[in-house]
């Protein structure tokens, strides 16, 4: 039995499964209105569907997990594809929990775009599986990974919540400094979410034109006596190059839009072979975003906010806060134990130190004590609603800098998680 081809089809099978589940939750949600039913009725049955179709595409999506792991003989969450996988299907394991708890589909309404948002930019990365590399043969590989990416899913569903709180309070209608300003904010937000779905487009399009560029860039280094060495690295980009990297020399690459050749080179202080195409990867985020999100507003002529604004009213806020904070609450000491203390035992186990200042954890420092202050100020400040929801929303960005910045932008011990990228 081929165990790598069945995981493969059963993550096909859960991504369009969520993205069902998606559209029936916004049938319950935004179709009240024009339903002939009673509006309970309407929402009930359609949140119904909605929950079967988002509990069938966990399924396989747990599927797709011990199916790959069967193949590859380790437990699937040893780089970037793999992680941000597990993360996709641990948000949703929170998001059912929280479901069954609170019976929202408003949750599903945003927690399932994250979802798929996030497993659509897992599928960026190669997904040939590979043997682990030293520093991951162990069986804290399983239990500190697992639950730090557990305790992020439950970040990520109150990220969704605290998100739809602001969506539902804010004034956008409102012409004061402060009403301005709070729509300035969220829609910046909706903004940067854009851009993720913008990379990711890209990504695909060019993957499916098949196109390539690559450069050999020319490193010079010395040791300690002095001496000079001199290294030559192949970099290849997927991506049309806006920018080339440092000190280097452009083998092939294909015209696009007239582009014969990069339009500047990336900067010196960018270290690193692949530092140039990062660049490049962030710049062409930036423009299809852009893009699509100036698409979106010729097409709706309103700010996005705006537009989801009329689709949450009549829902409590009171409520979409206290799911917001019961689920950082849940999540809380679940990475305290994942990505803190499992973390600190398994760097002594493999390189004989509890704590070395590595940007990874450094970054999974901050975020705990982020998310100690948000709880302090939540509990002992008595900072609710706005404050609270806000938290909320930047906190889970931090999470996703710890994730994505650091794997991919930042060398450290940890990047092997993101060799692959």
Not at 133 to 162: I, M, R, Y
Not at 192 to 209: K, P, S, T, Y
Not at 335 to 352: K, P
Request: aromatic share 16%.
């Amino acid at each position: 039995m081929n165990w790598l081809d069945i995981s493969s089809s059963a993550f096909i099978a859960a991504f369009f499964l969520y993205c069902f589940a998606f559209l029936f939750y916004v049938i319950a949600v935004a179709g009240r209105k024009w339903s002939n039913r009673k509006p309970e009725e309407h929402v009930r049955k359609w949140s119904r569907v909605g929950f079967v179709f988002s509990t069938i595409g966990l399924a396989a999506h747990l599927v797709f997990f011990f199916t790959r792991w069967a193949g590859a003989g380790h437990i699937p969450t040893s780089n970037m594809y793999e992680f941000m996988t597990f993360l996709g299907m641990s948000i949703m394991i929170a998001f059912t929990i929280i479901y069954l708890i609170y019976r929202s589909p408003l949750l599903g309404m945003f927690a399932l775009p994250l979802t798929i948002v996030i497993v659509a930019y897992a599928a960026v990365f190669p997904q040939k599986v590979q043997p682990l590399v030293p520093a991951l043969q162990s069986n804290w590989l399983k239990v500190h990974v697992t639950t730090a990416a557990l305790g992020e899913a439950f970040f990520a569903v109150g990220f969704a919540a605290g998100l739809m709180y602001l969506l539902r309070v804010i004034d956008f209608k409102g012409t004061d400094k402060a009403a301005r300003r709070a729509q300035r904010w969220i829609e910046f937000t909706l903004y940067v979410i854009i851009v993720i779905v913008g990379f990711i487009g890209a990504v695909f399009l060019f993957r499916g034109m098949d196109y390539q560029a690559s450069f050999t860039q020319t490193t010079i280094s010395y040791d300690k006596t002095g001496a000079e060495s001199i290294t030559e690295d192949k970099v290849e980009y997927t991506l049309p190059p806006i920018v080339k990297p440092y000190n280097s020399e452009t083998t092939s690459i294909e015209p696009f839009l007239g582009m014969k050749s990069p339009l500047f080179e990336a900067p010196s202080w960018m270290n690193g072979a692949n530092a140039g195409r990062k660049l490049n990867t962030v710049i062409w985020s930036v423009i299809a975003g852009t893009l699509l999100y100036g698409l979106l507003r010729l097409v709706f002529r309103k700010p996005l906010g705006a537009v989801i604004h009329p689709t949450l009213e009549g829902i409590d806020p009171e409520d979409l806060d206290e799911i917001s904070y019961r689920s950082i609450a849940i999540g809380f000491p679940v990475f305290t134990l994942g990505a803190l203390i499992f973390a600190m035992i398994w760097a002594e186990q493999a390189w004989g130190r509890f704590w070395g200042w590595d940007p990874k954890e450094v970054w999974a420092l901050i975020t705990w004590l982020y998310y100690s202050a948000y709880l302090h100020l939540r509990l002992s400040r008595g900072w609710q609603g706005h404050r609270s929801s806000w938290l909320a929303v930047i906190g889970f960005i931090v999470v996703m800098f710890t994730l994505i910045g650091v794997n991919l932008i930042i060398a450290g011990l940890h990047s092997y998680a993101g060799v692959d990228g």
